[in-house]
Nanobody, 117 residues
Framework: QVPLVESGGGTVPPGGSLTLSCAAQ??????????LNWVRQPPENPRELVAS???????YYKDSVKGRFTLSRDNGKDTVYLQMNNLKPEDTAIYYC?????????WGKGTLVTVSS
């Protein structure tokens, strides 16, 4: 069973919005991780960190998404969200959820976001 499951990807025109979700499954909880990351892999490019939220609530955003993307967590639903607004073609990528804590480094299978007119 995959411990982290992403959903919410799709195809939107430039300027559109999507909300990605990352849900924990099995005996893993979102609260297990000290850091929860959204990492994306654009076509024919390496993976890059997009946004992070720490257990303390501190967040980090890649410069190119600041002001457009918002990361939040709902401990009650054991889910982390990435709200993405004003999407651009360069945001096209597979988006992965990644949870890290001590010797844990878990990944979901990813969800595809395509921004195209």
């Amino acid at each position: 069973q995959v411990p982290l499951v992403e959903s919410g990807g799709g195809t939107v025109p430039p300027g559109g919005s999507l909300t990605l979700s990352c849900a924990a499954q099995g005996n893993i909880s979102i609260s297990t991780f000290s850091d929860l990351n959204w990492v994306r892999q654009p076509p024919e490019n390496p993976r890059e960190l997009v946004a992070s939220i720490m257990r303390t609530g501190i967040t980090y955003y890649k410069d190119s998404v600041k002001g457009r993307f918002t990361l939040s967590r709902d401990n009650g639903k054991d889910t982390v969200y990435l709200q993405m607004n004003n999407l651009k073609p360069e945001d096209t990528a597979i988006y992965y959820c990644n949870g890290v804590d001590d010797d844990l480094d878990l990944w979901g299978k990813g969800t595809l976001v395509t921004v195209s007119s």
